[in-house]
C-alpha cells in the first residue's frame, strides 16, 4: 500500500511532468502573462539568462558570445525545466572594441542593468536563476559580483557559466587540442547551430594571435580577432561532424551540471 505522503510526491511529480508538457513556449519572451503566471513559481522556478555581447569572432558572426548560450538554453529548457529569459545582447567588450560591428557597454551602466534584469527575474518568481554567459574578460567579474550580491539580498540562487571556460575538457577531448577565442571551439559551437554563419572563404591563419602570458605584452586593441589559448593550438578546422560531436557534449556538461547544482541547493534546503 503506497504510504499517504509518498503518494503526495508522486501526484506532484506526475503533475509537474504534465505541466511541461503543456506549456506553449520555454521563451519569455513569447509566452503569454496568463500563462506565465500558471506555471511560475508552482511548475517552473529556474531560468535560464544568456548574455553576450558584440565583438569580432574571426569568420563567424560578431554576435556571437549571444548565439553560443542563447542556443544553448533552448537545447536544454526542456530537460532542466527552466524558462528562457531574452538574451542580454551588449556587454562590456574589452579590448577588441575598435573592431568594425563591435559595441561596448561601460561597466557603470552595465552594473545596474544586469542587477536589475536578474532582481526582475527574481521578483517573477524564479528562485534558481542561471547566467549562461559568452563573453568573458571583465563582463565576468561583474555577472559574478552582481548575482552574489542579489541572490544574497533576496534569498535566490544564482549560478554564472562561462561556457567555453566549463567545457575545455570537452575541448580537449572531442579536438585534441586547446581552443581558443572565435578559435576551434567556439567557431565549431557555432557551426553546429548555423552553418551560414561560418565564412570559410574568409578565413586566414594570419587571423589567429596567441594570448599572452600575464605580464608579458598587452595591446588595445588586441591585433586578431582570433585569440588562441595555447600557442600552435585552437585554428579553426571546420568539420561540421566534429563541430555537431562538440555541441552535444557540451550542452550535456552544462547541463548535468546545472541539475546538479539545483540538487544540492535543495539538499542543503537553501
Known amino acids: 500500500m503506497i504510504k499517504p505522503l509518498l503518494l503526495l510526491i508522486l501526484l506532484f511529480s506526475f503533475s509537474q511532468i504534465n505541466a511541461q508538457e503543456k ?13 506565465f503566471a500558471e506555471y511560475v513559481p508552482g511548475y517552473i522556478n529556474t531560468v535560464l539568462l544568456p548574455t553576450g555581447t558584440l565583438e569580432p569572432h574571426g569568420v563567424i558572426n560578431n554576435g556571437a558570445d549571444n548565439i553560443a548560450p542563447e542556443a544553448m538554453a533552448r537545447d536544454m529548457a526542456k530537460e532542466l525545466n527552466a524558462l528562457i529569459a531574452p538574451t542580454l545582447n551588449y556587454g562590456i567588450t574589452g579590448s577588441m572594441a575598435a573592431f568594425p560591428g563591435a559595441f561596448q557597454i561601460s561597466e ?30 571583465g563582463q565576468t567579474k561583474v555577472l559574478q559580483e552582481v548575482a552574489g550580491e542579489v541572490a ?8 554564472v557559466i ?5 567545457a575545455s575538457d570537452v575541448t580537449l577531448e572531442v579536438f585534441k587540442e586547446d581552443g581558443g577565442h572565435a578559435g576551434l571551439n567556439e567557431t565549431a559551437y557555432i557551426q553546429a547551430i548555423d552553418p551560414t554563419l561560418v565564412h570559410k572563404e574568409k578565413y586566414n591563419p594570419d587571423m589567429a594571435t596567441p594570448y599572452p602570458a600575464a605580464g608579458m605584452w598587452s595591446a588595445v586593441p588586441f591585433p586578431s580577432s582570433i585569440g588562441l589559448y595555447q600557442e600552435g593550438q585552437g585554428y579553426p ?8 560531436e562538440y555541441f552535444q557534449k557540451v550542452n550535456a556538461k552544462v547541463s548535468a551540471f546545472i541539475q546538479e547544482i539545483i540538487k544540492k541547493w535543495d539538499l542543503a534546503g537553501l
Open 23 to 35: 506549456i506553449s513556449t520555454r521563451e519569455m519572451n513569447l509566452i503569454n502573462w496568463m500563462e
Open 108 to 137: 557603470e551602466a552595465y552594473r545596474p542593468f544586469i542587477r536589475d534584469i536578474i532582481k526582475g527575474l527574481a521578483k517573477n518568481g524564479f528562485k534558481n536563476i542561471i547566467i549562461l554567459n559568452g563573453h568573458g574578460g
Open 152 to 159: 544574497t539580498e533576496l534569498g535566490v540562487r544564482t549560478l
Open 162 to 166: 562561462n561556457w567555453w571556460s566549463f
Open 237 to 244: 578546422n571546420f568539420d561540421q561532424a566534429q563541430a555537431d
